[in-house]
């Protein structure tokens, strides 16, 4: 298994699997609201559900800095074992919780522990594979993403034929039995766990964590990447935490239905998307310096129609369109974020540095989750759906203008 040309993809595998339960239990509340909101009646006024996924982002973008320093100086197997075991416990016990309070708390508890695994689990994909597969072997990590979302939607169907409770306590065994598996087979790259070994007890002083952040926040390209990542997060949390509402008031749809339909749909488009963004990519950069920016820019050009169609549709099928245009030109840039950062940011200050673009970004999702919310009491949620392609066109305006590097991966 630890053959230097199939162990990497092992990693894959093995990542892409929590990668799945990553999404599967952050995404499946929201399409339980009008299962829970029988037993906990403040679920009632969409203002609290919006409230209820805001603090998830708020708490997950604050720790995800936090994460990135910690996945840049320990061992990354037991930092990705670690946060799966505790968010996995954490959906379990949603399933015990009967008031408002008790699940808001445990929503929290939930935007901490995964926090902690994007920033190990990428840049330990990174490390493993060159550039010559980087963006795909990224891709198919973000599939599992996707995969875990779509199965989420599937949340809605098994609260109305079992209960949602039982839902919770099904979906957190899963992942804490599996992170046995990765006890057994997962391994951190080499290199980056001798260096940790050698400096336990001694990276996290504040004069090293300083030190990083200042080599980040110098960096003019690091500033372009933050808005670049952050604009289309605006749209691509407004879709995980509101679409299969949308689908619903826009398709007079059954939340029942409308929850597996739109995050089948999200999920499916992008896989295509992943997968041909980092084949695309990584063939174009052995030619192109910038082959990476210009298939994230295809990406981010296919998201400006998407959100159109989106807002502005009536019918199943200028619905539909949207969602499957959205999604694979969001899959398309979601392959090449890290690759991209990989070329203007050193290995040993990348988990740092997409620390602080998770963070970014979140707080853009938390931001928008919760004006949604209250869109959706007003009755425009369409309408602020489709004004968000306005925020990435500018993004991928920003990102063709600045972003020029200078090699491939870079090097200290």
Same mark, same amino acid.
């Given at each position: 298994?630890?053959?230097?040309?199939?162990?990497?993809?092992?990693?894959?595998?093995?990542?892409?699997?929590?990668?799945?339960?990553?999404?599967m239990? @952050?995404?499946? +509340?929201?399409?339980?609201?009008?299962?829970?909101?029988?037993?906990?009646?403040?679920?009632?006024?969409?203002?609290?559900? /919006? @409230?209820?996924?805001?603090?998830?982002?708020?708490?997950?973008? *604050?720790?995800?800095?936090? =994460?990135?320093?910690?996945?840049?100086?320990i061992?990354?197997?037991?930092?990705?074992?670690?946060?799966?075991?505790?968010?996995?416990?954490?959906?379990?016990?949603?399933?015990?919780?009967?008031?408002?309070?008790?699940?808001?708390?445990?929503r929290?508890?939930?935007?901490?522990?995964?926090?902690?695994? !994007?920033?190990?689990?990428?840049? +330990?994909?990174a490390?493993?594979h060159?550039?010559?597969? @980087?963006?795909?072997?990224?891709?198919?990590?973000?599939?599992?993403?996707?995969?875990?979302?779509?199965?989420?939607?599937? /949340?809605?169907?098994?609260?109305?034929?079992?209960?949602?409770?039982?839902?919770?306590?099904?979906?957190?065994?899963?992942g804490?039995?599996?992170?046995?598996?990765?006890?057994?087979?997962?391994?951190?790259?080499?290199?980056?766990?001798?260096?940790?070994?050698?400096? =336990?007890?001694?990276?996290?002083?504040?004069?090293?964590?300083?030190?990083?952040?200042?080599?980040?926040?110098?960096?003019?390209?690091?500033?372009v990447?933050?808005?670049?990542?952050a604009?289309?997060?605006?749209?691509?949390?407004?879709?995980?935490?509101?679409?299969p509402t *949308?689908?619903?008031?826009?398709?007079?749809?059954?939340?029942?239905?409308?929850?597996?339909?739109?995050? !089948?749909?999200?999920a499916?488009?992008?896989?295509i998307?992943?997968?041909?963004?980092? !084949?695309?990519?990584?063939?174009?950069?052995? @030619?192109?310096?910038?082959?990476?920016?210009?298939?994230?820019?295809?990406?981010?050009?296919?998201?400006?129609p998407?959100?159109l169609?989106?807002?502005?549709?009536?019918?199943?099928?200028?619905?539909?369109?949207?969602?499957?245009?959205?999604?694979i030109g969001?899959?398309?840039?979601?392959?090449?974020?890290?690759?991209i950062l990989?070329?203007?940011?050193?290995?040993?200050?990348?988990?740092?540095?997409?620390?602080?673009?998770?963070?970014?970004?979140?707080?853009?999702?938390?931001?928008?989750?919760?004006?949604?919310?209250?869109?959706?009491?007003?009755?425009?949620?369409?309408?602020?759906?489709?004004?968000?392609?306005? !925020?990435?066109?500018?993004?991928?305006?920003?990102?063709?203008?600045?972003?020029?590097?200078?090699?491939?991966?870079?090097?200290?």
């Amino acid at each position: 298994m630890k053959n230097k040309n199939i162990y990497p993809w092992v990693v894959v595998a093995l990542l892409w699997v929590v990668a799945l339960l990553n999404y599967m239990d @952050r995404q499946m +509340l929201s399409t339980m609201r009008d299962a829970m909101m029988v037993d906990i009646k403040e679920l009632e006024l969409a203002a609290n559900f /919006g @409230r209820l996924m805001a603090v998830f982002l708020w708490i997950y973008g *604050l720790m995800s800095p936090v =994460a990135g320093i910690i996945a840049d100086r320990i061992n990354r197997k037991w930092l990705i074992v670690g946060s799966l075991f505790v968010w996995s416990a954490v959906t379990l016990l949603m399933g015990y919780a009967t008031s408002f309070d008790q699940i808001y708390i445990l929503r929290a508890v939930m935007g901490v522990s995964e926090a902690l695994y !994007i920033p190990a689990g990428l840049s +330990l994909i990174a490390d493993y594979h060159t550039d010559k597969s @980087r963006s795909l072997a990224i891709g198919i990590h973000m599939t599992g993403l996707y995969m875990g979302q779509a199965l989420g939607g599937f /949340g809605a169907t098994l609260a109305e034929n079992y209960s949602w409770e039982v839902t919770f306590h099904w979906f957190g065994l899963v992942g804490i039995v599996y992170s046995i598996v990765l006890i057994l087979f997962l391994k951190d790259k080499k290199d980056h766990s001798v260096e940790a070994e050698k400096a =336990a007890g001694s990276r996290f002083d504040l004069s090293s964590v300083f030190k990083s952040f200042t080599m980040l926040l110098t960096n003019i390209s690091f500033w372009v990447i933050l808005i670049y990542f952050a604009a289309p997060s605006l749209p691509g949390w407004a879709t995980k935490n509101w679409l299969p509402t *949308l689908f619903s008031e826009n398709l007079s749809m059954d939340m029942a239905q409308a929850g597996p339909l739109s995050t !089948i749909t999200i999920a499916i488009s992008s896989f295509i998307g992943v997968i041909a963004g980092g !084949i695309l990519s990584d063939k174009w950069v052995q @030619r192109n310096v910038r082959g990476r920016i210009y298939t994230g820019a295809i990406g981010l050009g296919l998201t400006i129609p998407a959100l159109l169609f989106l807002g502005m549709g009536q019918s199943f099928f200028t619905i539909l369109a949207g969602g499957i245009c959205f999604g694979i030109g969001y899959g398309i840039f979601d392959a090449n974020n890290m690759p991209i950062l990989c070329q203007f940011i050193s290995s040993r200050n990348r988990a740092t540095a997409y620390g602080v673009m998770n963070m970014t970004g979140v707080f853009a999702g938390a931001a928008i989750t919760d004006i949604l919310g209250r869109s959706t009491d007003n009755g425009d949620l369409g309408q602020n759906f489709a004004l968000l392609a306005i !925020i990435v066109f500018a993004a991928l305006a920003i990102q063709l203008l600045f972003l020029k590097p200078k090699m491939v991966d870079f090097k200290d």
